[in-house]
């Protein structure tokens, strides 16, 4: 099966109308937003910008809050998290680019934990595959899709952002 791209531009016009919407029906007030590394990051820039939001754009690197690296051949890249703002009794916009297991999420909230008590967090995520290991969903996706097993969504950027579903090698 040859990759697979998907084009970003609709994705993010459709999760950025969610994030609207969910944030007009949950009150959300005086958002900040923050991004996960890398990927997150990326999309959160765009989204940052898009809705306008006063406060700078948290970056969040949960390498030390992964609880899967064996699993997934991760080697984590020592950066720090940087949280321009406070966290506590905050509206929080969490922001990444692909949710699979839910383990990133899981990772992030711990940390954002680490900061403060927010007082709401929203999930957006650019996509949503099938996978969910555990009992975390998100609130707005710009698309959701069903994959093989052996089959991966990759976001390469910062410009231009590029969507990319291939397959991976078992091989070592």
């Not at 949710?99 to 992030?108: D, E, K, L, M, V």
């Not at 707005?140 to 390469?156: H, Y």
């Amino acid at each position: 099966m040859p990759d697979t791209a998907l084009q970003v531009e609709p994705l993010l016009d459709r999760l950025e109308n969610a994030l609207r919407e969910e944030m007009t029906a949950r009150e959300f007030a005086d958002p900040a937003m923050i991004g996960i590394h890398t990927g997150g990051a990326w999309i959160a820039d765009r989204l940052h910008a898009r809705l306008g939001l006063a406060e700078p754009l948290g970056l969040l690197n949960i390498s030390f809050y992964r609880d899967d690296f064996s699993q997934t051949g991760m080697h984590p890249q020592v950066s720090p998290s940087v949280l321009p703002f406070r966290v506590e009794g905050r509206n929080i916009l969490l922001i990444d680019d692909v949710f699979y297991t839910g383990r990133t999420i899981r990772a992030a909230l711990n940390e954002i934990f680490d900061y403060g008590r927010p007082a709401q967090v929203l999930l957006g995520i650019l996509i949503e595959r099938n996978g969910r290991q555990i009992p975390i969903r998100p609130d707005c996706v710009g698309q959701r899709i069903s994959l093989a097993a052996d089959q991966r969504i990759t976001l390469s950027g910062p410009s231009p952002l590029q969507l990319r579903v291939h397959l991976v090698s078992s091989q070592p």
